[in-house]
């Protein structure tokens, strides 16, 4: 019985127990969320009160400032501290959208640095506290984002600041630059200011705090009037206090804005709170000004992401002119009226519209391929057929272009700008209903041609399928598996076609879609090129909105298509000499095992010997006799070519000239200078005796001459100058390709694919002239050793002795690449031809590689005697303290830097890395050397590139030639035209010879264009 009461009472001690420890925790979880209801509450208030700053424009500016009781610091803890929010902002990569600062007032009225928060475009915060007499900054990467609350703040004891985000501690200062806690004072406090001409902001500042030894010195919560603060804005920006918990904004957009009466416009506005969220279930009203006075025409309610959409018909009363509208939202009880900018639409007068041109295209489309269709239902009609499935493949893949980029986010950069790629012909549903009818009259073309024997009735289903697929896709917003799926039917359209009795109904459906292609790429370079031409006699900003870049901007928006390839593409070019052999040995197995070689890409040099391979451009071969007579003619040539580039050259480089008068190019000022100083008595001994001018003495000798003999204006004679390396090196690309190929028209094609690259656009930006024109004397000593491999002469050698002294006088970090290139070249050429016993190519070697060697180094250790403190020794220092470790880590993010920010992100040239790449496979074919050669450089410039920062990578990237393997990709994919009857294989050739060169010059004209704007 006593067992059963204990019992009892301990069944009733446990659940007594389990009850307490049940009520403990409900209590714990209530106090929790009451602390954490009250936490939010209190965070909430702190963000009552804001500054709220609005610049629309990169012009606007919003600032203000106001002294405050001096505030001395001696030693003893500090602390600065304040709370942002940014909600939107536009601006250069690496621009200041907001900052912070307190401030010293010294004796003599200016202003020192002491505390200071600046808000980046890229995303950071640079934290600056007091070092010495002015201030050192620490970065906090990734420090805000759009829309979101940040606190930021700087702590300073002893001699150490600790930087905090959100509270969180983030790091602290370089002990290299230790904290200053004093003495030194505080006399003025100043907000939002931004770079002028280059970023626009809307943000918020909530909470500004300075606390020394626990005491509160400065303390802004502006929850009260801003009459203290000196402000300056202009007449578009904001600098007020709201309430943030009641503010909202609201956008309107308006389409279109050119209309007449009685015809119909969109407006949409977009309701946002202090977070960017859109505000549901709200009323906004849309307005038109009247006079003075805003009238009323309608209203509509936001929906769950904030949007309002009203169509108006505007009423056929008004009178003609400009009419401005604006949506309002009245406020209520939780939110605060709110205006829109003001939006101008203009009325006139037109006559009834007429059927547009998308929809005329659209009719003249449909009535083409239904002619076509009768025709080819005719018993002769199948060649018909087949020249249409051609057409189409190739107007389906650019149709589908608008869908592609319509559905996909596809970011380029030119000009520190990003730009989102959109690519639209008639406008999307216009560009959908071709595309649609295109695919569709393709498979059907494709079933009707095959339907008797050559497929089966099952493998006729699946082009269908494939086209209703890619409309479903198409409509559910997934733009890149229906372009996917587009080019498999072309695809499947080009390889699966059969004739019953010969080849030459294939010849023609593949030469059809071949041509198609080509042409319709040609037709937008050529209108892209007149924009830009046009744009020379009325100049206006790129891409503003006017009808001049209809065309331009489409041509711009198709390069753009390669953009997101340019690093993976750079990469797999630079890196070429560890990948060439194995596919080389790859392809060349496969072909063997299965007899397919082609004589257009055979491997075999057809028992001609490596120190003298040449191919023979044969897409040219059929020529007739008097042209031969004519191109083969070196004089005859040179006199053709040298006007045209010339010319060309003069063209380009004066381009940006046409926007700007200042001087284009980060050291163009310095040529400048030292050109001025040649003009005085003695300057020219002057620029000789100082290395950092000598080392790049004969371009300005070049520059000298040209203004003793025409007495021009030395800025005119400085910004036509680089008209000088550009047709040098044209030409010295002219001769190695002629020399290689022993073809006029290709070497032709090379000058001027020198012309229009890499070369050219980041010589202009940059400004590196001399670097530019070192590199047309490395073409010609390239020329010089391919002629000494097939004829050694003491005439040679004495000539590549002297073009590598050219390049060492011209520029010297040129010379250094092209001699340690070549020594490697040489030493290990020396080496197999030694282990293989081949005495013949050991004996070449030494002749034509020691003594241009032996001449170059002894010249350089005579240079460093005498110039041991100079520019090249502290370079070289430089470039060694330069190779990191640390960089090998954060290898890819510098070189995406590389191409996006730096020379204006004008490395940035996927088509000529594309060809580059077909060209260093195919390099070997035309001259083993040459390629061997062409494998050391990149070896020299990739591997350093691993280790280097930004400023570095884009000079190695600037020192490889791409426009001579680029050749030789042009020429490989020329060959694959072979076998083409000889009319239309001719021009093809020529057709994408011309295609390939517009191109890279409307790429040229594009980033010469936003180097002044």
Known sequence: MKLGVWSVKGMVSIRFSKEVALIITLFLIISNLLLSEYSNAEDSSQDKGALHILTPEVSDYAYGFKEIPETKFEDGSVRFSARVKVLRFQGSPGGILLQIDFREQTQDRSQELRFSFRFATDGSILCYYPYMNSSATFTIRRGWAAGEWVSVSVSIVQDKAMFYLNNEFIGTNDPKYPANRGPFSISNIGFGQIDM?????????????????????????????LSNYNIKKSIASIFRTVDVEKYSSIELIVKPKVISPGETIVLQARLMDESLNGIENRRIVFEYKKADVWERFGDAITLKDGYAIFS???????????????????????????????????????PPKPMSTGYLVLLIYIIFLSAAFIFGFRPDGAQVIRFLIGILCSVSIYLCLPILTSSV??????????????????????????????????????VVLERRKTLTRRLNVFPTLLVILSIIVAIQGRGEIAFFLTVILAVMSLLLQKSDETFADLKILRASFILSFIMLMLVIELGSIFGWLYNIFDPHVPFDGDVRWTVTSLEA?????????????????????????????????????????????????????????AIVGNEFKSNALHQRRILNSNSIAFLLILPSVFFTSILVVYYPYFYSSKLIGVDTPWYYKNLLLMMEPEGLLTVVHDYGAASRLPYLLILYVIKILTNLPTDFIVKIGPAVPSTFLGLATFHLTRSLTHNNSLAAYSAFLSLFSITTTVGIYAGVFANWLALGWGIIFLTLLHRMWQRPSFNN???????????????PWTWAVLIVTTSAFFILNMIISS????????????????????????LLGIILMIYRQGEFMRLSISGLSALKYENLIIFWHNITFTIQYYVGGFLANSPIL???????????????????????????MSLPMLFVDSWWQWRLIYMVPYQ????????????????????????????????????MLNYSLRCLNFIPS
Not at 576 to 590: H, L
Not at 797 to 811: D, R
Not at 972 to 998: D, M, P
């Open 197 to 225: 001409k280059s970023t626009s902001v809307e943000a918020f500042i909530s909470k500004i705090i300075l606390i020394t030894d626990n005491s509160t010195k400065f303390f802004e919560d502006f929850e009260n009037s």
């Open 312 to 350: 108006w018909t505007v009423a056929r009363e008004l009178s003609l002119g400009e009419l401005a509208v604006r949506a309002r939202f009245p406020g209520d009880d939780r939110f605060l009226q709110v205006i829109s900018s003001d939006v101008t639409i203009t009325l006139i007068h037109r």
């Open 409 to 446: 986010n596809i970011v380029s950069y030119i000009g520190y700008a990003k730009r989102v790629v959109r690519i639209e012909y008639f406008g999307l549903g216009i560009d959908r209903a071709l595309w649609m009818i295109s695919i569709a009259s393709l498979a059907f073309a494709f």
């Open 557 to 613: 928006n198709m390069y753009g298509l390669l953009y997101p390839f340019t690093i993976p593409l750079l990469m797999i070019a630079l890196f070429s000499w560890i990948w060439t052999k194995p596919v080389e040995t790859i392809i060349k197995a496969y072909t063997k095992k299965y007899k397919t070689y082609r004589s257009s890409i055979s491997m075999d040099d057809g028992g001609t010997s490596p120190g003298n391979k």
């Open 797 to 811: 050698i004495l000539s590549s002795i002297f073009a590598s002294l050219m390049v060492l006088a011209t520029h």
């Open 835 to 858: 282990l293989t016993g081949h005495r013949g190519q050991l004996i070449i070697a030494v002749k034509t590689g020691l003594p241009t060697l032996a001449v170059n180094i002894g």
């Open 914 to 940: 594309i060809l580059s790449i077909a060209g260093l496979y195919s390099l070997r074919k035309h001259s083993e050397q040459l390629g061997s050669i062409f494998n050391l450089l990149l070896i020299a």
């Open 964 to 999: 001579i393997p680029a050749i030789f990709g042009t020429l490989a994919i020329l060959n694959n035209f072979s076998g083409l009857n000889v009319l239309s294989e001719r021009t093809l050739k020529a057709l994408l010879l011309s295609t390939i060169t517009f191109v």
